[in-house]
């Protein structure tokens, strides 16, 4: 092999080493800012999270609130008003007064982020939370409503009997 031969040889060994060291320093570099990336995202998904927990905490809350109003109004209005109608019922007027002083109650006993949330509420929204709320005390360990069982149908050609 000649000197030329040897250089040529040298050089581009030389070169293949330079060109594997950028591509390394290249790669190192690509892979740190990946990393960036993902940390700056992965911190944006975990503060998501967090803010939905506390926001699941104060609704849970406010429902809590309600419940207290809800209390208040089954005993300073609902059973008076139960025992003096004929048929233990209420009448819609009474149910939107039993409701408002609900909400306002809760609206009273809740600060901060709760109080909010209370006050968004319209007055179809209060009725419906209502509804749901004494459906589960009312129906079963679901929540569920206990229905009555139905009477068995009985087929009389079973039991022997002939017309």
Do not use: C
Request: aromatic share 4%; glycine share 6%; charged share 25%.
């Amino acid at each position: 092999m000649s000197n030329v031969a040897r250089r040529r040889t040298k050089m581009e060994v030389n070169v293949g080493s330079m060109l594997d060291g950028i591509w390394l320093k290249v790669i190192a570099s690509l892979l740190g800012a990946v990393s960036i990336v993902l940390t700056y995202y992965g911190r944006k998904v975990a503060n998501w999270i967090i803010a939905k927990m506390k926001a699941n905490d104060y609704e849970k809350e406010a429902m809590n609130r309600l419940l207290d109003g809800m209390s208040l109004a089954q005993e300073s209005l609902i059973r008076q008003a139960k025992l003096d109608a004929a048929d233990g019922k209420l009448t819609k007027e009474e149910i939107k007064q039993a409701e408002a002083m609900a909400l306002e109650y809760a609206k009273d006993i809740a600060a901060g982020p709760v109080l909010d949330i209370i006050k968004s509420w319209t007055e179809r929204r209060v009725s419906s939370l209502i509804k749901q709320l004494l459906s589960k005390f009312k129906g079963g360990k679901d929540g569920k409503s206990v229905a009555k069982p139905a009477a068995p149908v009985i087929n009389p050609a079973a039991l022997g009997a002939t017309e």
